[in-house]
Each structure stands twice: as C-alpha cells, then as structure tokens.
C-alpha cells in the first residue's frame, strides 16, 4: 500500500453513501485536488478532523441516519479538534430556507445544493478560497461571519443606529 501523502489543501468528503463519495472525488481531481480522503459517518469524520489538518470539508446533508448539520455543529463547539475552523461546505439535495437557516446557525460557511456539477463544486471551494470569512467565536455561534461583506459595506453606523 502506497504511503500516505498528506498537504496543506487536502479535503475530507463526509457521505454514508460510497457512490456520491466516489463522484465527488472524480469531481475534484477533475479540477485538480488529489489529496482527498472520506469518512462514511460522524464517528470517522470526527477522526479525521481530529487526525489532520483539512482546507475544506464536505459535508453531507439529508441520508437517512445522518445529520451533516448536526456534525457541522459538533465539529464548530470542539475546543480539541484542529479543524475546528475549517470551511465547511454542505452538499443538500433539498435545502430548504429552514434547514439553509440551521446549517448556518450550526456553522456551515456554503451550501451546495445536490445534483450539481464539478463547475459548481469549483465555484463553491474558489468562493472559500478567495474570499475566507472572519471566525465569528461566541457562547452560542462558532464559524464563519455570517455576514457576505465587510461591514463598512453595510451602511454608516448611524444609519444602523436607527
């Protein structure tokens, strides 16, 4: 068995489902990636996470007996795990704005709505990429600013203020 090789931009890909773990692996070597690993539930994403550092982590969201929103949150409230700040993209087949709305609360930086394309999996992991959001660390939220543009876009403070 050949050694493992491990980078600075490696990606883990969270499905119970082999099959979506072996197209999205096609996908990102397609656009380049070759450091990739998987995890096929919770327990083996959170070794993972726990075992190396990761530039991005797909997850996913909606098989039975499985909550990627819930792993999303687990890995964001992990004071111990070293991915605990790692980008998070959810990959949903039916995301609807409750659950877009939970996955964010939970920490997830994008979301990825099932069946996309590798152009769409590109452009999500260059928007994380390109555009890194701040970490947002309180009580109750851990995870990127939920905020899309800097504050100084947003409007003067005194029009806040009203």
Not at 43 to 63: C, H, I, K, Q, Y
Not at 74 to 88: D, G, I, M, P, Y
Not at 95 to 103: V, Y
Request: proline content about 5%; glycine content about 6%.
């Amino acid at each position: 068995m050949p050694a493992e090789t491990i980078t600075d931009h490696g990606i883990l890909i969270v499905d119970p489902s082999q099959h979506m773990v072996d197209i999205v692996a096609a996908m990102l070597r397609h656009i380049g990636h070759r450091d990739i690993r998987s995890a096929g539930d919770a327990a083996g994403a959170m070794f993972e996470l726990n075992r190396r550092d990761f530039a991005v982590v797909l997850v996913d969201d909606g098989s039975a007996g499985f909550d990627g929103v819930e792993l999303v949150h687990k890995l964001r409230h992990n004071a111990e795990c070293r991915n605990r700040l790692t980008s998070v993209v959810l990959m949903a087949t039916r995301p609807d704005a409750a659950r877009i709305a939970a996955a964010r609360d939970a920490g997830v930086t994008e979301v990825l709505r099932k069946p996309f394309a590798a152009v769409h999996l590109c452009a999500r992991l260059e928007a994380v990429a390109r555009a890194p959001r701040a970490t947002i660390e309180t009580k109750a939220y851990t995870g990127p600013d939920r905020r899309r543009r800097p504050p100084a876009e947003m409007g003067s403070a005194e029009r806040r203020a009203k």
